[in-house]
């Protein structure tokens, strides 16, 4: 493996990694989250001595004292990436440098330290190089990565706390969505917001997505997969899903996604997403749309495809939403032409099968 500058490692390979047998086992059906690699990285931060301890070693639980900090006021942030197989073998990463970007961006909303962007990536590249064994071998697979930080002091006192531990750990992905299903089901929820300006909207952090939990809970009661979120001052325009942003496809080969601005969360594959379909000639616009709006243009036939897009599942087409007023059906209820085609480019430069003209495929090996 290569040298990289910045902070040295220590390797500690694990005593006794998961047998060839299991492994196999847990990579022939992975699903999502459930199945975790042999290592992990771990990097510890305090007042004073900034980043040191940096170590890839055996995955195995941590211990934590009843006090620390991130268990009573939730001073944790995350990513999410994944590392792909190339169709020539090849190990790559898609956009990694935007992941920690924003990364520190959400440590600053936070106010957590800030990770140096080549630590993350380094950090990164050694968990994928410790655990190259863990890629799923089923159609579409990928090895998730989730790095995250928290507040690891023992206090109870409300501030920023002085100690953090930095993590990466990797899990084996197939499909997100366990129905499988290729248009998914979506209930907007009309008691519950996910964001309010001023609020940690923007910020990938896990308060966010506990607060989500009850209105996600709420569209499966319904009969739906995912919750959309409108906006919390006027509950009129759409935001995004719980974990993906939102497109949305008129017949005029016009495109719109609600704008950033603090409450949406600034997706990678969102951003990855304008340039292609821009670069296949379509207009993108950022500007709110409503949910009233959505319901005309559905019936009316203006609005023919939406689409939900995320690292997770990558591009997820919506086929019908339901709501408290009613429901309705986008296009067909299937996936819409321009949601594959866009999902095709994407996941071809991902996997190497189609030209990347953007620099965004980093290969590790
Ligand atoms: C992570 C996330 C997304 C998608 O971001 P990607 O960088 O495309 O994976 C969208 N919405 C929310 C709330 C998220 O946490």
């Not at 993590?167 to 519950?192: E, T």
């Not at 952090?205 to 009969?223: D, F, K, R, T």
Request: glycine share 10%; with cysteine.
């Amino acid at each position: 493996m290569a040298d990289y500058p910045g902070i040295e490692f220590a390797r500690q390979p694990h005593p006794a990694p998961v047998s060839l047998a299991d492994r196999n086992q847990a990579l022939a059906n992975p699903g999502f989250g459930s199945v975790f690699s042999d290592h992990m990285v771990s990097i510890d931060w305090t007042e004073g001595l900034g980043w040191h301890n940096a170590t890839i070693g055996p995955r195995q639980p941590l211990s934590l004292d009843p006090a620390t900090a991130v268990l009573h006021y939730a001073q944790e942030i995350f990513e999410g990436l994944k590392a792909y197989r190339l169709s020539d073998g090849g190990i790559a990463l898609f956009r990694p440098e935007q992941n920690a970007r924003r990364f520190n961006d959400s440590a600053e909303r936070l106010a957590m330290p800030q990770l140096p962007e080549d630590t993350f990536t380094q950090a990164i590249r050694e968990l994928v190089m410790a655990d190259a064994d863990w890629f799923p071998s089923v159609e579409g697979g990928s090895l998730y990565l989730r790095p995250f930080m928290f507040a690891s002091e023992p206090f109870l006192g409300v501030r920023p706390a002085k100690e953090y531990k930095f993590l990466v750990i990797a899990s084996p992905a197939g499909n997100y969505f366990k129905s499988g299903s290729p248009a998914v089901s979506i209930w907007v929820s009309s008691d519950f917001t996910r964001a309010a300006p001023g609020g940690t909207g923007a910020a990938k952090c896990g308060g966010n997505y506990a607060a989500s939990l009850v209105p996600q809970a709420e569209a499966i009661q319904h009969g739906h997969d995912q919750v959309v979120f409108l906006d919390a001052a006027e509950h009129k325009w759409i935001e995004e899903l719980g974990g993906m942003n939102l497109f949305f496809v008129f017949d005029d080969g016009s495109m719109v996604t609600p704008p950033l601005g603090g409450t949406i969360l600034p997706g990678i594959t969102r951003d990855s997403l304008i340039t292609l379909a821009r670069e296949e000639g379509l207009t993108v616009r950022e500007e709110r749309y409503s949910l009233d709006q959505w319901r005309d243009d559905s019936a009316s036939g203006k609005l023919v495809e939406t689409f939900a897009c995320g690292t997770a599942a990558v591009v997820t087409p919506v086929g019908r939403v339901a709501s408290r007023t009613g429901e309705f059906t986008i296009g067909s209820g299937g996936p819409g032409q321009l949601t594959s085609k866009l999902r095709d480019r994407l996941v071809g430069i991902q996997r190497g099968t189609v030209e990347d003209r953007h620099g965004w495929v980093k290969r590790l090996d």
